[in-house]
């Protein structure tokens, strides 16, 4: 069956909480909202910071800026602040504007239809007109303050889109949940023998239904088994030998890097005894690493300074150098190497941009059991 009619090339994704103003706002309140407008993502603040510069901005927003987006003002670790710590009666007006559900008759707001978050319409044609597609599933005929809407309204109304309980990744309308359960995929198992997606709970049924097809696979594949068994007696026989020629000691001088962007939105967020972690990484062969920073230090800090710690598998003892700018150190790695273990004070570079953690290896010696 093909898909509903696609709006997604000229919405935002289900998952943004900010609405444009003439999205979900009463006329008579357009004017003052317009003062409480994002100019990054054009729609009413959503989790408001204002900046050292009185400048207004969603949070998600302003996250990854170094500089005010309107004036450019340089922004520190302490120069942006939640609305609602440091200006409650702006944050009692951004919350009383008078706005209606995005799904109200009134709106310009075009939802995606079910099952359409990763699919893009070819041309404007393939596009249904907003009010033709409200028609056809229907209107809220809520209306409240912009708090409420956020607060509790989105959570219940029967129009907004939400991910799939089951988790198939689609988002589904509220009202019709139940409707997309019976042919959601994650209600469905595969049968490994004929890979036919099969109804929960059918399984036993579809073997007996299909009983002489399975027999038919099966015996095709001992076939298939029989015809590569001098293949993989081939293949075994030179994997064991590799294993011989391993040697228990390598020695390399393998380097990997590891670049932290924003440190100063990580200062700002990341309090003593939580850590970033690194992408898993392999060297010298073996693997997987992973490298874990505190930007303020370890919970056993005596001092708020970075640390850092190297994790990896527990057969292995390494040795490398660590660094960051100028300071450095030798690491020897404990067995059951883990997030906190053999974490080391950090003399961090003052710096809100990037941070470049290093890691040298110098030595992977693979143990026994019993080392």
């Known amino acids: 069956a093909s898909a509903p009619v696609s709006s997604i090339a000229l919405v935002r994704p289900t998952s943004q909480m900010g609405f444009k103003i003439d999205e979900i706002v009463h006329p008579d309140s357009r004017g003052i909202a317009q003062q409480f407008e994002c100019c990054i993502c054009m729609c009413v603040v959503n989790e408001p910071l204002q900046t050292v510069c009185d400048h207004i901005f969603c949070a998600e ?3 990854s800026s170094l500089a005010c987006p309107t004036c450019r003002t340089a922004l520190g670790a302490g120069d942006r602040k939640p609305l609602r710590d440091c200006n409650r009666p702006l944050m009692r007006m951004i919350h009383n504007l008078q706005v209606w559900c995005p799904y109200h008759a ?21 596009v249904e007109e907003p009010a033709a597609k409200r028609a056809r599933v229907g209107t809220c005929t809520w209306s409240g303050s912009y708090g409420d809407l956020l607060a509790l309204h989105v959570a219940v109304c029967e129009h907004h889109f939400v991910p799939c309980p089951h988790g198939c990744g689609l988002q589904v309308r509220r009202s019709e949940l139940a409707a997309h359960a019976p042919s959601c995929k994650m209600n469905f198992e595969t049968c490994s023998i004929c890979r036919e997606a099969v109804k929960a709970g059918e399984m036993p049924q579809h073997r007996r239904d ?3 097809l399975h027999v038919q696979l099966l015996e095709a594949r001992l076939a298939e088994r029989d015809d590569s068994t001098d293949l993989k007696l081939t293949l075994d026989g030179i994997h064991d030998r590799l294993k011989t020629l391993e040697s228990p000691a390598i020695a390399s001088s393998s380097m990997w890097e590891w670049t932290i962007h924003d440190m100063a939105a990580k200062l700002l967020h990341f309090s003593k005894g939580h850590h970033i972690t690194s992408p898993e990484f392999r060297l010298c062969g073996h693997g997987p690493f992973k490298v874990h920073f505190y930007p303020r230090g370890d919970r056993e800090s005596n001092v708020e300074r970075g640390a850092v710690s190297l994790e ?58 019993t080392d």
């Open 312 to 369: 990896g598998p527990s057969n292995l003892k390494v040795q490398a150098r660590i660094s960051i700018g100028d300071w450095s150190y030798q690491f020897r790695g404990p067995r059951n190497m883990g997030a906190g273990h053999g974490s080391r004070n950090a003399v961090v570079p003052d710096t809100t941009g990037s941070l470049t953690i290093v890691v040298d290896f110098q030595k992977v010696v693979l143990c026994s059991d």
């Open 210 to 212: 299909k009983a002489e």
């Open 61 to 63: 927003c302003l996250s």
């Open 106 to 126: 009134e709106s310009k707001f075009v939802p995606p239809d079910e099952a359409e978050s990763a699919e893009i319409v070819d041309s404007v044609e393939d």
